[in-house]
């Protein structure tokens, strides 16, 4: 299946070392040659790159690994097609409009049979169940929220329960964010760090790679970086539950009642 990789952190940060490792995994560490994709928030817009090459040999990504984009919300993702072709309309992330801001979605997992027939504002593009579910999860939010979006306290509670029913259907680890909230459900397997001061190296696992963060913060700094699997062999990662639903904000995670 895919992988997923997110960064939510409290001052505009690149995502080059961490990017530099998990695009290792589409084709040379790892099968994932399906494409990939990427989406970096910046202020109320959203830059966002797709290629449905092997991440590792793509033009693109090469320009990802080496250009520091800052941003403090990202999502990446590396297809191990499931459902679909491998083409460009059924690469990860997704994007769409719901109240004023654009909203980003990536998915690993598989939702066999899922064909959902009461979608009435948001539509697939692609084939995949991945963005079928993304479609159904922003068309179930705007039902209940038509005019405006709703403070976290109100939407955190419907989105988990949206996304309680879908995960019923099969394996639903997610990244979805707004560029104001990053949430992050893990189904089967999804794994954070976040770093702040005292920084320290991180050495990463599919590539000869270190880098000393604290040479490149200030104390006040705080980076959150979520994975399908830990990137790094010298620092200690959370597992997230299965069944669990967090909320990043300001590189820090939350898990509201």
Known sequence: MCQLLGMNCNVPTDICFSFEGFSARGGKTDDHRDGWGIAFFEGKGCRILLDDKPSIFSPVAE?????????????????KATQGEVILENCHPFRRELWGRYWVFAHNGDLPDFEPQDLKFYQPVGKTDSE????????????????????????????????????????????????EHFFAHCSTKLSYIVRQAPFAAAHLIDEDVTVDFSELTTPSDRVAVIATTPLTDNEVWTQILPGELLVFQDGLPHKLA
Do not use: M, W
């Open 132 to 179: 079928k579910a993304f479609c159904l999860i922003l068309d179930r939010l705007r039902k209940c929220f038509p005019d405006s979006k709703p403070p976290l306290k109100e939407l955190y509670p419907v989105l988990k329960d949206i996304t309680q029913t879908l995960a019923e259907k099969g394996i639903f680890n997610y990244l979805l964010s707004n560029g």
């Open 63 to 79: 320009l990802v690994r080496h250009y520091p984009i800052h941003s403090t919300h990202v999502i990446a993702h590396i297809r």
